[in-house]
Nanobody
Framework: QVQVVESGGGLVQPGGSLRLSCAAS????????MGWYRQAPEKARESVAV???????NYADSVKGRFTISRDNAKNTVYLQMNSLKPDDTAVYYC??????????????WGQGTQVTVSS
């Protein structure tokens, strides 16, 4: 089994910064990608940033230039540095790990989510 655990959410004022962390653990053989998604109230879940095994990354247009995704391969951990936060960034942020496990093959695993609130 694979566990995905996020941390680092909270309340921040507009213009502020937060750093989210996500660690994947368990019977992981390899990681195809890890990424961050978010869901605001009454809105669909959307992709924020994804980093692939080769090191390339994709960002939503709304966060380009403000958010940076990075990873620590040794720890199966990804980070999301969020700068210049706006009220529209308020959402529950979920981490996803697309991995190949030792026993069950390829699978997609989600964390429980962490709340980010941008408000004055």
């Amino acid at each position: 089994q694979v566990q995905v655990v996020e941390s680092g959410g909270g309340l921040v004022q507009p213009g502020g910064s937060l750093r989210l962390s996500c660690a994947a653990s368990g019977s992981i053989f390899s990681i195809y990608s890890m990424g961050w998604y978010r869901q605001a109230p009454e809105k669909a879940r959307e992709s924020v940033a994804v980093i692939f095994s080769g090191g390339s990354a994709n960002y939503a247009d709304s966060v380009k230039g403000r958010f940076t995704i990075s990873r620590d391969n040794a720890k199966n951990t990804v980070y999301l540095q969020m700068n210049s936060l706006k009220p529209d960034d308020t959402a529950v942020y979920y981490c996803n790990a697309d991995v190949r496990t030792i026993v069950a093959g390829r699978g997609s695993y989600w964390g429980q989510g962490t709340q980010v609130t941008v408000s004055s």
